[in-house]
């Protein structure tokens, strides 16, 4: 993602929220949203609407122009019409979740086309007898499926972290990941929090 000299960050607008949260603890008269005005002003916003709309502005310059007229996302991975209302504001939502997500994890998960090469790469370093290391991205590829598909349901706050994940791969034995010993040594054995040959984390109900 290049970044442009507008681009803003949901960073920024989760900081402003967190400082009109503080103030709004210190001074309770007035509404919190004199304090998100406030807050965003501070940091040289006209307004938090405004810091709202170059937010949205900045999503919608992220995806990159395909040949066929339709865009696609670097960093959520949506292919959508941007002349489609709709489809500019569902990718908007989804966007944001993939954010958050980035926010409180650090880790933006890789999108199809990635996730199909590293796990390609993956068993050709198993075959290679790089096990260890094959193994870890093979399971990085279904991670970030896996991520995928819980940010894609609306939801990015409870997903396991790459280490708790592989660990109950490993522990389902899944495609035979724990004849690799050296795996199981890093990660330890899970069993049971994934069903039995799937790659989905889904959140217990
Ligand atoms: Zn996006």
């Known amino acids: 993602m290049t970044a442009k000299p507008s681009y803003i960050y949901l960073s920024k607008i989760e900081d ?44 919608d310059s992220t995806p990159i122009a395909k040949e066929s007229g339709d865009a696609i996302c670097p960093d959520c991975d949506f292919t959508f019409s941007p002349e489609d209302k709709d489809d500019v504001r569902d990718h908007r939502r989804r966007h944001e979740n993939f954010d958050h997500y980035y926010l409180s994890t650090g880790h933006r998960p890789n999108g199809y086309a990635a996730r199909e090469s590293m796990k390609k790469k993956g068993y050709t370093l198993i075959e290679e007898g790089s096990e260890l290391e094959g193994w870890e991205m093979v399971i990085q590829s279904w991670f970030d499926r896996s991520v995928f598909s819980y940010i894609e349901s609306g939801k990015y706050k409870h997903h396991p972290s790459f280490s708790k994940y592989a660990a109950m791969i490993i522990g389902n034995n899944v495609a035979g990941c724990s004849n690799c010993k050296k795996l199981v040594e890093k990660y330890g054995q899970k069993p049971g929090a994934i069903h039995e040959g799937e790659t989905y984390w889904r959140p217990s109900k």
């Open 16 to 59: 402003v929220k967190s400082e009109a949260r503080r103030q709004s603890s210190r001074q309770e008269s007035l509404k919190y949203s004199q304090h998100l005005q406030d807050a965003a002003i501070k940091i040289g916003a006209l307004s938090y609407h405004e810091l709202r709309a170059r937010y949205r502005k900045s999503v």
